[in-house]
Each structure stands twice: as C-alpha cells, then as structure tokens.
C-alpha cells in the first residue's frame, strides 16, 4: 500500500466510515440522470455504507476492498449486499465489462497508474468512473500529511476518458484528529 503512514495515522478510528453520504448520493443522482441500469462497483468500499446507498436507489451494485475486515465488517452491516475481497490493482473482470465504479478517497492508497489504467481496462466504453480524490490534507498546524502531487495530470492523461463533471471540494474532519482535505470530485466516462 501506497501511503501507509498516512493510512496508519487516520485508521485508528476508521474516520472514512464518517465521511458524508452525499457522495454516493449525488453519484446515484447523476447515473438516474443518465438513464443508467447497469452495475455499479464501489472500489475501497470499506463498511459498505456506499454500498447500500447505492441498493437502495434501485441498483445492482458490489463493494470491494483488499481489507478482510473491512469486508466483514461491510457483510455484517450490510448482509442485503454483495462484497467481495479484490485488489483494485489487479481487477478480476475482462475487458469493458463492468458498467460503472464509485471511488471515494482510496486513489492516494494505490499505485494511481496502475488502478486507473486496471479501472479503465475494465470499464465499458459509455461506462461512468467518480472518482472522489484528496488533493492535500493538512492538519490543524498546517502540516501536509499527504500532497497528490501530478495526480490532475495523471487524469487528464487517461487515454478515452471523458470528463463529464470536475469540482473541487474543500472538507474538514473533526475525527480521530482535526484535518482538512482539499477534494477534487470527478466523473469521467470512457470513450
């Protein structure tokens, strides 16, 4: 893993469970907008909050995550919902069969290239990628904890992606420490 320090720093009380819903509602808004019936895969889905905000809008969805307990944890909560253990470097699926992913703050986790190229290996052509991106965060003394550095450019250079909706984002969490993200949120569809 990519960034264990940081990841180490934060987990302690699993903060990511806290994040707002609004993003995996406002994801499930914009695929209702587009007409959209397929299958959507939560990369990182940790607990599976997402997970069932999605099943419960109406859509065939799966969580995956590399965490075994975050997997249990997920089935336990969630045990209405399909969750599976997967290494989103190394997906499972053939090529362009997988008709749209929700990722929310795990690409600073990974091999950025790698998962994105793997990501959109996968995806359909038509098919939609929100990708939800901690550009910095910073603590309360104003120290960096993480920086994505080159990360817009990474995106910009995806071969056959779209970018249907680019917003940055600024967030700040109280727990397990104070800390303020600065987000870029974005959807991509592949060309």
Known sequence: MRNQKLFDKYKAQKHWHQHPEKYAQKFADFLKGQKFSGKIIDLGCGNGRDVAIFAKQGFECLGVDKNKEEIAEAKRWHSDCSFELQDIERLPWGDESIDAYFM??????????????????????????????????TDKDGKVDYHGHG?????????????VSWENLE???AKPIWHKHQILEIILQKA
């Not at 929310?104 to 790698?114: C, G």
């Not at 990360?151 to 970018?163: G, H, N, V, Y």
């Open 151 to 163: 990360l817009q450019k990474t995106i910009k250079a995806i071969p056959r992606a779209k970018i």
């Open 171 to 173: 967030r700040i969490d």
């Open 104 to 137: 929310i703050n795990v690409i600073h986790y990974l091999e950025e290239r790698k998962a994105l190229s793997e990501i959109f290996r996968t995806l359909e052509t038509g098919g939609y990628l929100y990708l939800h991106i901690n550009i910095s965060i």
